[in-house]
């Protein structure tokens, strides 16, 4: 029970009882509180799943799924998610689309009309936080790649959550604002402190962001390793060329082909 | 479905255009601009042209000249008529946006509804409308009301097929935004689908009041004694061919008219789906 969030041998399957595709198998995850941890996998493993099974998007066939010492029956209000696609609403503001959560979430939503300054002004901090300062008023379409991102990452965290939920947030961008992205990624948990659990297919990202990396095998998937990530904080570009941190990325480099040729 | 088509190809993006004005696009604006009223220039010279050629006789083929003639002596007539039009088609055409509106918007977040409820729509929209005027003349008596009602009836369909289409293919993602957070149903469907759906529910109001005129004005011809469905068929009882074209002429103009009162509300609406897209109007239909 002392774990935020327990994931107890789930099994998720896509389809029929039996025709179905079974995406998650006897997958086993705890997270404590304040933790960042990131799962990584080969492709196809049900990396994505596992997060919908999280979010409570989709419900488990088999096993529980506990946040916050409740049971995940339907999507939870402590929760903040980030997808792939910065998933902005294009007929809104960056500065609405960041509040749009406050408009669902309760206390929130039953507090923005009559705080509404106060709201704005913390959805305001929170992109200057991620550099999108003076983008307020501009439409999603008018924003960079990565600049939608940075804003899909405020919406998520705007109410405060408890547990961040990142589904492989900057997958779809190049290099280099992929790796300027974990910086603010950084200072964004480093401040806040929420829970995070991230799912990535790029080891460096792991390993430069979390506290832990997970790694799930082939499908149907499951957690097949665990591995601490101790390097001192706030972590540097740099710091990912140096050898502790290369051997890191080799040794869950090595179990990912393993749970690859294990397919 | 054409209308949906079209409503595509509005959402879809197109590069905006330079910011520095060059001459030659100035002018190219402007030949943009003056286009439709050349081309409506053109037409009606070459129709003159023709008529005098060839002596066409004013019954069959009136020459445009004479039809303006025609339009000017009877004045009065045919802005009385046209306003009863106008009127009963604006307010059929009201009643079909809100029926069109909520229908849509139940058909489109259901699935339950949708299955149950498209396949007598579709037949229902089958029905030639022209048919059930004499049912509505039988129940409400000639006059307003049946031209009202044949207005709603043609109109609302595209309106309520666009609606539903608009959000019922609101994309998982957008959708898993709002879930992910513990929306209800409502606040997804007011917060995604009805924003998202609005593209196309303008798309559908210039189609649909095009023809919410179609259905008026054949209830007028059918069965009423005002309006220009009405004027034409006095005319052409007489053989006034050159009033017959004059209402036609009208009916076009009010037409025209409302479909860019359409088209402005759209622009002031949804300019967020139609970005960078300037000048012009969106291929009209109907």
Redesign the interface.
Known sequence: MSHFVELDNITLRYGGEDTGTVALEGATLRVARGEFVAVVGPSGCGKSTLMKALSGLWPVNAGTVIVAGREVARPLEIVGMAFQNATLLPWRTTLDNVMLPLEIVQPHRGRLRRHRAEYEARARDLLKLVGLAGFEQKFPWQLSGGMQQRASLCRALIHEPELLILDEPFGALDMFTREELWGVMQDLWMTKRPTVILVTHDLREAVYLADRVHVMSARPGRMVHARTVDLARPRTLEGTYTASFTAITQELREHISHARAAA | MTDTTVARSAAS?RPAAAPTRKPWLASRRNLERALPWLVVIGLFLVWEVGVRAFSVPQFVLPAPSVIFESMWKWRVPILDNAWQTLFTTAVGFGIAIVFGLVTGVLIGSSSLIYNGLYPVLIGFNSIPKVAVVPILVIWFGIGTVPAIITAFLISFFPILVNVATGIATV?P??R????????RRR?IIL??GL??A?PYFFASLKVAITVAFVGSIIAETVASNKGIGHLMMVASSRFDVPLVFAGLLVTALMGVAMYIVANIVERRM?G??T?GMDGGMSAPQG
């Open positions: 993006a994309e993602e957008l898993d935004v709002l879930r992910a957070l513990g929306a606040d917060k995604v924003p998202r609005m949804t967020w789906a970005r």
